[in-house]
């Protein structure tokens, strides 16, 4: 592999560091709710952030934008806008389920489809090489790892949680899954603006800037919407009056390390070349579940789980390692 490649997979890990610990912060929130937590949250990593992002790395970003037709914007706004729900959902889910159970349910859902979707659209070609054989017994390898991962997850959730609403919480699991690769779909059908942003001076690697405000943009109207709707039913606006020291340092910190990692996976997916959207998400998917199932372990929330479930885990670890070493071949 070129020093590129190995480039680009260095910057998905690191991507898949932040993203995996970007909730982390909201297991140590005191005061405020989840829709206090979660506004500030939406508002850095879907608005700020990106903007000042884009703003400072795309030449000419509002000439730019005036430049391109509407129709350049339907399927990232759209795509974003299904996002913005799955994101409401992932928030709920990992409160409810926990770091470890929540990011492997949705992230496997999410993982294949953010993977094979583009691959087929995109490079249909690949399929039947060599490559294409790699990059897919890849996936094959990644669902089994993240099926381990789930089992091991339920068997933890079976020791330690209580109630009847287990069912409930694992499908809104399975439809956040569903919904949760549209952002990865609004990234690689966005690449119109992308390029359009090369042609007017900005390096290859800096144009996907010019892609995420956009692309969040139709995922701020759901997140805004329920974290209000919560506020408004639940009267915690109150809140917001004490506890920005800790509480609101939680939602920024949960905004930096989300969008970081978005900024990075679309500077690396450039780095990996024309599969970068494909091998590159599916690899930024396994990076990111092994980092939530280790904070999950560090955290405490294994703590007392039958050493079954600690064994699947292990398990479903050591192939999301072995998906790693073949997407990464099949992509060289």
Partial sequence: MTITVWLGLGMTLVAGLLAGNSMLPMKFVKRWQWENTWLIFSLVSLVLIPWALACGLVHGLGSLYASLPASAYAAPLLFGAGWGIAQVLFGLSIARLGLALGYAIIIALGAVLGTLVPLFVQNRAVLGTSRGALILGGVLVMVIGIASSSWAGRLREGSVKKGGTYGRDVAIAVVCGLMAPMLN?????????????????????????????????GGLGPNLAYSIYLLQRNRT???????????????????????????????????LGVLGTSVGWALFQIFMIMTANLSGVLTGEWKGAPKSAVYRLSIGLALLAVATVLMALGNS
Avoid: H
Wanted: aromatic residues 18%; without cysteine; glycine residues 20%.
């Fill in 185 to 217: 779909y609004a990234f690689a059908f966005g690449q119109p603006i992308a390029e359009a942003a090369v042609r007017m001076g900005t390096s290859k690697e800096s144009a996907g800037y010019a892609v995420w405000p956009i692309a969040l943009l």
């Fill in 237 to 271: 606006w109150g809140l917001f009056r004490g506890g920005w020291v800790r509480d609101g340092s939680m939602g920024l910190g949960m905004g930096i390390f989300w969008m970081g990692a978005m900024s990075l996976y679309g500077v690396g997916s450039v780095f």
